[in-house]
């Protein structure tokens, strides 16, 4: 609904400026690759557009003939055999440039959909979390169906429906010049208003299609929340906004049937009314001889390609302005700087880093909320192989660092170090192929659990991707699926529990035996036995590389090398968990007393 409003408003407020038309010219460079279909495409539009300007006269000239005053010259059989001939050229024609446009079409939006994608995929994380998904996808989507439909159909009707009237108000105004000047001062004018007409009516009849859509998110709303209001009983209520909605829609039907049917009576007088006076106007000039009745017939149907073309100008006015829009948003993407990212990392042979980590003075804002500093100054040094963990209140900064880490974002102030280098003199994709991250919320991806184990490393063997499952301690649940590796995951497999997804997720660092490892353990708590579980994966999977924890359970921390304690994007504490214990009034045993009063 919100979409369709969008092309709505776009069609409405688009002009066609020349900074937008220059923008929807750019476009055609993705179908230049096709030009030579495009072009024999075109000329066959041409053709078969020309040709079919040929029948009117030709249906005319059949009853002039039988009237015995045909003027080309041929026989009723003659001419019925070249039409039919024309008929099935035209027809092969059609065929022929249907499947050209749909190719040029598809191919280049195609090309476009994937360089849309590329961009969108390699853009840095600051440009997500400024755009909603759901906005980025309708770009690849619906936006360049717009395109698509435009290619391969509106510029195909445009100027089909030009040849068609140029050459109609030609060829009438050549046999038939006194009736053709009544004609188009009469026809125009009618097909005007009726468009004008039509656009009023469409806007009534969005207004109600708007009503009933508000009328739809009461009921939605009132059932998503039943539970709400049954208990505050307010079932009236809810009745009461609902009649309400439906009695403005059926006002606004009222309306538009008021105007739908003014519109009738303007069609049966006076379009109606217009042929009727033109053919009459024709009858008389053919009583006076100065006319002839096949003259008459085929002036009438050059009248109907004619007005035809008029009325399909608005529509295909209309798909332009709403195309130049989708180009627009098409653009803007087209036009974002991405991340220097090495796609061809799979296939390359990555330099291994040690581990070494140096946070100098991290000082950062995200950069869609630039007043707040979530981090102030972050000192810390990692030695390779060691294990430290984060902890401290929810929105410390914890994840923050993580992020940095991962170089998704830039520091505002102070360098991060890793083996003596500034992470932003690495080649990034070598950099980040270097990390193994798993993440606070698992999401595994649409496929075998064989592949997202596997994910993002090539040429895996099944006895790989086992033993990490058996690193994981996944194995154990993996194997008592009938389909084992191959069972389907995510949105339309079976869906696996928190516990289990994160043995994946481990499994999938082990594979990919990253120098250093970030965890950022789940808040949701499992069972004590599935906490275990996961707990012994993760200590596998931690032996030999610079791990960094963020952990919520002070249980789970006890062994590692140095715990930080986070405040308000400071650390206020660091040392191993027996040091930070016997401080009294720490923050770290004060956090410890309490965890383990709960437990
Ligand atoms: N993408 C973002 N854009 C803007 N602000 C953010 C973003 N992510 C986090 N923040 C803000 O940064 C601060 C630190 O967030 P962070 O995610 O690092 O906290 P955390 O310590 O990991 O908390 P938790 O324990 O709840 O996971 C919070 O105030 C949060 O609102
Ligand atoms: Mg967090």
Partial sequence: MARRNKYAEDAKKGKLSKENLKEAIGLFKFILPYKVSFIIALLLLVLSSSIFLIFPDAAGEMSNIANGKGKWGLTLNQLGALLAVLLLSQSILSFIRILLFTRVSERGMADLRNQLFQKLITMPVPFFDERRVGELTSRITNDISILQSTFSITIAQFIRQFILFIGGIGFIFYKTPRLSLIMLATIPVVVLGA????????????ERQDKLASSNVIVDES??????????????????????????VVNVSMRLAVWRGLFLVFVIFIMFGAIFFIIWMGAQMVQSGKMEVGDLTSFLLYTVFIAGAIASFGGVYEQLLTALGATERVREILKETTEPIDLSIAENQVKQLKGDIEFKQIQFSYPSRLDIEVLKGIDMKIAAGKKVALVGASGAGKSTIIQMLLHFYQPDQGEIFVDGQNISDYSLSEY?????????????????????????????????VQAAAEKANAWEFI?????????????????????QRQRIAIARAILRDPAILLLDEATSSLDAESEKVVQDALNVLMEGRTSIIIA???ATIKDVDCIYVLEHGKIIEQGSHAELSVKKDGAYSNLAKLQFELS
């Fill in 432 to 464: 980040r192929q270097n990390i193994g991250f798993v993440p606070q919320e698992v999401m595994l991806f649409g496929g075998t659990i064989r592949e997202n184990i596997a994910y993002g490393k090539q040429g895996t063997s099944d006895k790989e």
């Fill in 552 to 554: 919520h359970r002070l």
């Fill in 479 to 499: 194997s008592t699926f009938p389909e084992g590796l191959d069972t389907i995951v995510g949105d339309r497999g079976i869906k696996l529990s928190g516990g």
């Fill in 223 to 248: 059932l998503q929340s039943v539970h709400v209001v049954k208990a505050f009983t307010s079932e009236w209520l809810e009745l009461k906004r609902y009649k309400q909605a439906i009695e403005s």
């Fill in 195 to 206: 468009m004008v007409f039509g656009r009023f009516i469409r806007k009534i009849a969005k």
